[in-house]
């Protein structure tokens, strides 16, 4: 174990990484070299068929719709009102997930019971409850917002439940036996365990939070990128849904990157920094 | 707070970002303020409804469904030619706004009818 962290650790071309610059960087080259090779294939398959630009748009007829859509206003609205839904779908979603799942996490007896049906409305997809959300409050922003509140919260939920499932009862039986109240107990026990499957419930909802997006846009909205998607195929205007269907792959990318990752990392430090003082 | 915190790459993105949304929204005021002036609002005022005005909104393009569609919601739609679209009954306050949305060239007041 020891000698194969070893070899992780001195070895491999990574430990050169840190050293050379343009090692230092590799992972991003080979991330922009795959772009650059789908890039390529998708320009020359364009050339290969010789369909219609509206029909197979290049890569160059996107470039160009992408420059057209800002110049005209278009797409920064568009993403704007995207992201404005997402945020608020996802702070909902995640505030409603962990407050229910400390409530319920509270008592064991009311965990498992609540477990299953967590688990089984977090398998029905968001997408089959938005006829029924359309038929309740009508189209609009607030389908969007309760499609995405669903997707998130219970990936979030069942995770927190997991979570403070697997606290052993002796910790809170101990932080108890201090003198510790309820909400003690809570803040210095149950919320600090279960930030690890708090991470992972929330990485899976942001993620899913994101499809539910362009369904819900496609359906109930005249604004956002799943809109933009959806009209540029009714106006057989493909350069336009390939700028929405790039646009959410862009905003995905920066949110996974600057927020999640680092976020989930630090989650997983601090983790890891607790069990070793424990054992330590 | 943790100075390590404040450097962490969510929190420098996040605060770039307020910043370019800060320049962004400073410079519209801005560009706005000459699009639509104090002299040309009260040309474009309208006989007995005041607070109201007639403009004619210049584009640097042909305007499509999703121009026409906002400029709805501000005044009521009077014509339109391939770079501009003319809009009667349009609150001062929403014709500012308009004036700093940088898709718009210029807004001048509306020849009478």
Redesign the interface.
């Known amino acids: 174990m020891s000698t194969a962290a070893g070899v992780i650790q001195s070895g491999a071309p990574w430990a050169l990484a840190g050293r050379l610059p343009l090692r230092r960087h590799m992972p991003l080259i080979l991330g922009i070299a795959g772009f650059a090779i789908v890039i390529a294939l998708w320009e020359i398959s364009a050339l290969a068929f010789g369909l219609s630009v509206r029909l197979y748009p290049t890569p160059l007829s996107v470039l160009h719709t992408f420059v057209d859509l800002i110049r005209k206003g278009i797409l920064p609205v568009h993403v704007t009102d995207s992201l404005a839904r997402y945020v608020s779908g996802v702070a909902i979603g995640t505030v409603v997930a962990v407050v229910l799942g400390v409530l319920f996490g509270l008592n064991r007896f009311v965990a498992r019971m609540m477990l299953p049906l967590v688990n089984f409305l977090y398998a029905i997809v968001e997408v089959s409850w938005i006829p029924l959300f359309v038929l309740w409050f009508g189209y609009g922003p607030k389908v969007i917002l309760l499609a995405l509140i669903y997707v998130v919260a219970f990936p979030v939920l069942f995770n927190c439940l997991t979570g403070v499932l697997s606290v052993p009862q002796v910790y809170v039986n101990a932080v108890r036996s201090l003198g510790a109240t309820r909400a003690q107990v809570i803040r210095q026990v149950i919320l600090p365990a279960i930030l690890p499957n708090f991470m992972t419930g929330f990485r899976v909802g942001a993620g899913f939070a994101f499809r539910a997006l362009v369904f819900g846009e496609v359906i109930a909205a005249q604004t956002g990128l799943g809109f933009l998607i959806f009209e540029g195929a009714q106006m057989q205007d493909t350069s336009r849904t390939v700028v929405g269907m790039i646009s959410m792959g862009v905003l995905w990318l920066f949110f996974d990157r600057v927020y999640l990752r680092p976020l989930e990392r630090a989650t997983l430090e601090r983790w890891g920094m607790i069990a070793g003082e424990g054992q330590g | 707070m943790n100075a390590g915190v404040l450097k ?3 929190v420098l ?1 996040t605060l770039a970002l307020a910043a370019l949304v800060f320049a962004y929204w400073g410079w519209s005021a801005l560009a706005g303020a000459h699009k639509l002036t104090d002299a040309e609002i009260a040309r474009a005022a309208e006989d007995g409804n005041p607070g109201r005005l007639d403009i004619k909104v210049v584009l ?2 042909t305007p ?1 469904q ?2 026409f ?2 400029l709805q919601d501000i005044g009521r739609m009077a014509g339109a030619d391939a770079s501009s679209v003319n809009l009667r009954g349009v609150s001062v306050k929403a014709a500012r706004a308009l004036a700093r ?3 718009v060239s210029d807004i001048v007041p509306l020849e009478p009818q």
């Open positions: 962490s790459r969510p993105v640097p393009f499509e999703f121009h569609m906002r949305r940088y898709w």
